[in-house]
C-alpha cells in the first residue's frame, strides 16, 4: 500500500481537533486516489498494517480495545483477593469497565473503541466518495462499494449497541449516534435519534446487498462481504430488533453457505504449552490458542472477520459463567478455559481460569459465523414457540463441541428458550453478553433479564481503595447500558455531540 492510504487510513472523526489543519485539505488528499486497486488495498488492509509494514492507524479486523465486552458483565470476575494480590495485573481504565464507571470513562484521555470504529465509518466513506471516479473495471468497483457499506453498517452496528440504549420502540427517540456519510470534517456531529440510526445500518446493509458479487464468502478473504455474510448479519439484526421470522429466513439462507462450516472441536489439536517455575506449572492450550491472523482470518465457521480485542488478554471467566458448563464434556470449557491461566500475569494464588481462543487470547470472534447464526435461528424459533425445531437446531451446534454428545432437551417452552440462552452463553462468551443483555431487558419477556453484580474496592479518581468493598450493580433497564462517550470526542465536536443521560 503506498504512502496516500496510509495517510487515508489515519484519519478519522477523532482527528477533528490534532488534525484539523490537514483536513481542511480533503480535495488533495481525494486527487492523490487514482485506481480502483487502491481502494482495495485501502478495504483489505484488515489487520492495521500495510504491506509495507507501516502502522496505517487503523485494522479493519478487529474492535479498538473492548473494555465493556471483557469487563462490564456477569461473564467476569475480579475479586478483591485476586486484584489486592496481583494490582499490577489491571489498568484503572479496565477497573472502571469492571465496576460500571460514568465519570472516569468520560474523562479518560481516549476511547479506543469510538476511536476505531469511526475510522473505519470515515475510511468506509473515502471509498464511497471515489470510488464512481477512479479507473478500474466495474466488477471491482460494485465490490469495493458492497464492502465499504457493510463496513460502516458494521461499525454503527457495533457503536448503537454500546454507546446507545438498547432497541425498542420506547427508545426510538433516544440519543442515536452522528451519521457520517462523507468525509467531510464539517458534516454535522449531532446525534441523529435511535431509530434514525438503525434505519440507516438497514439502508446501508441494503445498498451492499444491491452490489455484492461474492455469491458465497470467499475462504481466503473472510473480510470480504459476501451474501451469506449479509444474511448471516441480518439474523442477528433481526433477532436483536424482535423480528423472529425475519432472523430465521436470513439464518436458513445464511446456512446455505458451501464456504462457512462448523468445526468439530473434537479434531482440534494441542498447541504450545506454556511452562513456568517458582512454583513449576505447565499451562496446556489447545492449537487455537497458536493460531496468528493468517489462520484466525481464515477460521472456517466465519461468514465474515470481526474480532473482540482487548489490550491485557485477560478474560477472566465469573464462577458464573464457569458454572454453565459441563467441565468434564464441554470441549469449549476444556479447550478455551484455561485452568491456572494467570500464571500467564504472574498470578498464582488465587488459581485463575483465563478464556483464550485466538493468538494467546488476544482476539475472541465477534464476526457472524455459523455457529452464531445456529443459535440466532433456534433462540428466535424458541421464542416463537417451536420448541422442538429450535432444540433440533442448537443440537447441530453441541454434536461439534461435545466429546461425547448429549442433546439439550426441555419441559416446556420456557425450559427451551432457557436451555438455548444458556447454550449462547456457552459458545460467545465476553464477545457477546453485553449486547445480550441489553436486549434481553427489552424483549417480550422478563424471564431473560439479567442483572449485573461486581463486588471489588471502592474506586476513586485515579486509585483503588483496598480497605473499602463495594457493590456495584448494573440493574435491569440501566440507563448505563449506554456506554459514556469520551469527553475528548464531545469536545473535538465543539458541542454537538451530546453526552448519554444517567
Known sequence: MKKLNILVLMLGLTCLASCKKYLDE??????DIKTVEQLQALLDNVTGTDPDGYDSGVAFGYEGHNATATYATDDTEITPELYKNYPSAFTLSNLYYYTLDIDNIIGAASDPLWNNEFRKIFNANVVLANAD???GDAVTRNRIKADAYFIRAYSYWTLVNYYCLPYAQANYNAKGLP??????????LKRASLKETYDFILSDIAQAQSLVNYNDVQATMRWRVSKPAIDAFLSRYYLFTGDYDKSVQYANSALTSQTAKLVDFNTIPAGNPATYSNPAATLKY?????YGPTRFFAWSEFYYTRFTWTTSQMNIPSTNLLSMYDQTNDLRFLLLMIPNGGRRANIITPAIYRYTYFDDGSYLP??????????????????????TTALDVANILRAKRLKTYVALTASNSADALTQILKERRRELPFSFRWIDIRRFSVNETSNDDVTVTHTFY??????????TIQTYTLPVKSLRYAVPINAVEITASQGQIEQNNY
Not at 480533503?26 to 486527487?31: D, H, L, R, S, V
Open 458 to 467: 471502592k474506586m476513586g479518581v485515579g486509585s483503588v481503595d483496598v480497605n
Open 366 to 387: 465477534s464476526g457472524p459465523t455459523i455457529a452464531e447464526v445456529l443459535l440466532n435461528k433456534a433462540e428466535a424459533l424458541a421464542r416463537k414457540g417451536e420448541i
Open 286 to 290: 489447545s492449537a487455537l490458542n497458536d
Open 179 to 188: 451519521i457520517k456519510k462523507t468525509t467531510d470534517y464539517a458534516e454535522s
Open 26 to 31: 480533503p480535495n488533495k488528499i481525494q486527487a
Open 133 to 135: 471516479n477512479v479507473s
